[in-house]
């Protein structure tokens, strides 16, 4: 059973950066798509940047419209590990983050980030606060 355990979350002021970290125990290259969720309190959790693995080992991404240009999602299998790259934070970027996996073929990028439903495992989630 691949486990999955967020790090990184902390507490930044509004432009700055943050890395977050997925170490991933077990074997990655089984994983059609990874990406990550988030949740604010009050709304449902949302996903924000999922990376399918095409049959060529290109990564096609795909990023919520309020993270585009700030946030970059990338795996590293031979370190087992996931990451999200998190630029010119906001306030709004507030919440709890979740590293996502999916084992299942996976041909559409979107209908994983899309729909957390096609997500075959889940982190605990890592806090990120922004506020000055």
């Known amino acids: 059973q691949l486990q999955l355990v967020e790090s990184g979350g902390d507490s930044v002021q509004p432009g700055g950066s943050l890395r977050l970290s997925c170490t991933v125990s077990g074997y990655m290259g089984g994983l059609s798509g990874i990406g990550w969720f988030r949740q604010v309190p009050g709304r449902k959790r949302e996903g924000i940047a999922c990376?399918?693995?095409?049959?060529?080992?290109?990564?096609?991404?795909v990023y919520a419209d309020f993270v585009k240009g700030r946030f970059t999602v990338s795996r590293d299998d031979a370190n087992e590990m996931i990451y999200l790259q998190m630029n010119r934070l906001e306030p709004e970027d507030t919440g709890l983050y979740f590293c996502?996996?999916?084992?299942?073929?996976?041909?559409?990028?979107?209908?994983?980030?899309?729909?957390?439903?096609?997500?075959?495992?889940w982190g605990q989630g890592t806090q990120v606060t922004v506020s000055s």
């Open positions: 990376a399918r693995r095409g049959r060529d080992n290109r990564d096609y991404e």
């Open positions: 996502a996996a999916r084992s299942r073929s996976l041909f559409v990028v979107q209908t994983m980030c899309w729909n957390e439903d096609e997500v075959d495992y």
